[in-house]
C-alpha cells in the first residue's frame, strides 16, 4: 500500500506518498505507542470529525503522550488531505506514535509524530450481500479487562488479538470474527460495534471494555429517535439463541447485516435494514441528524 500516488500530510507537512516513511527504531512499531482514527468523508464532509479529532486527543492523552497540534489544526489538516489527493468520497486515517529518538519501554523524549493518510475505500460489502448478511466465527481472543490494557483508547496494541482473530476467521471462509470479553459477554467484531434485535428491541453491549464507536452512538441516536427502545447491558452468549436479527457497525462497516455468528444464525429483516438505509442518508446529509 505504499507504493503509489498521492500525499499524505505528515507532521504539518504534505510528503509524496511514497516517501511517507518512518525509521525502523521507531517507538510506535517496537512498543505499539501508537494511536490512530479511521473516518469516512462522504460528498466532502467528514462525517463526526471533531468527535474522531478529539478520540485521537484522548487515546494519546490514555497513552501517556500528548498530540504537538490543537483539535481544530488536526481537523483541517485531514480536509486538507483529502482536497489535496482530490478526492471528496474516501476514509481518513489519521495516526499519532512515539519516534525514534529514544529506544526502550522508557521513551519520554521522543518526538510525538502525526500522519494524515486518505484513500478511497467503497463500503467493505456490495448491498446485496449487505442485505443478505456476512457470517462472523467466534474470535481466538477475548476483549481483555479496562485494568489490563487501556481499553477505552484506539491504540495499536489493541488491534493485535484482532489481526490474529480475522486473519483465522478468514481462513476458514467468514468475513469477521466476533470477541466475548474477558468476563463471557458479547463484545464487538474486530473493528466494530454490534447490536441484536428481540421484538423489535435493540440490545447492544455496555462499552464498558470495548470500544464506545460513534457509529454505535450515532445508530442509538437514530433508533431513539425513531421510537426505537435500545438497551444497552451485559450479553450472555447464549442469549444469541434468542435474537432474531444481528449487525455490525462501524466507520469502515457502517451498517452490515450479520447472518451467523457460529453456532448462531440471525435473518437479516426490517429493523437492520431501516437502519442500514437511515444511516447511509444520514452520513450523505440526506436526512436530517438524528
Ligand atoms: N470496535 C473496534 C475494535 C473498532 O476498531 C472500531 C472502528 N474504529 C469500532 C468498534 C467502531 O468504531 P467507530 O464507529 O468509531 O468507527
Redesign the pocket.
Known sequence: FDDRDGWIWLDGQFVAWRDAKVHVLTHGLHYASSVF??ERMYGGEIFKLTE?TE?LFKSAEILDFKIPYTVEQIDEACKATAAKNGLTDCYVRPIAWRGSEMIGVSAQQTKIHVAIAVWEWPSYFDPATKAKGIRLTWAKYDRPAPNTIPTAA?AAG??MI?TISKHAAEKDGYADAMMVDYRGYIA??????VFFVKDGVLHTPVPDC??N????QTVIQIAKARGIQVVERHIEKRELADFTECFI????AEVTPVSEIGEFKFTPAALSLSLMDEYARLVRRELVAA
Open positions: 482514527e479511521g474522531h478520540r484506539k489493541l488491534y484482532c464487538e467484531a474486530t473493528g466494530a460495534n470495548i470500544l464507536g460513534i457509529t454505535r457497525v462501524g466507520t469502515a
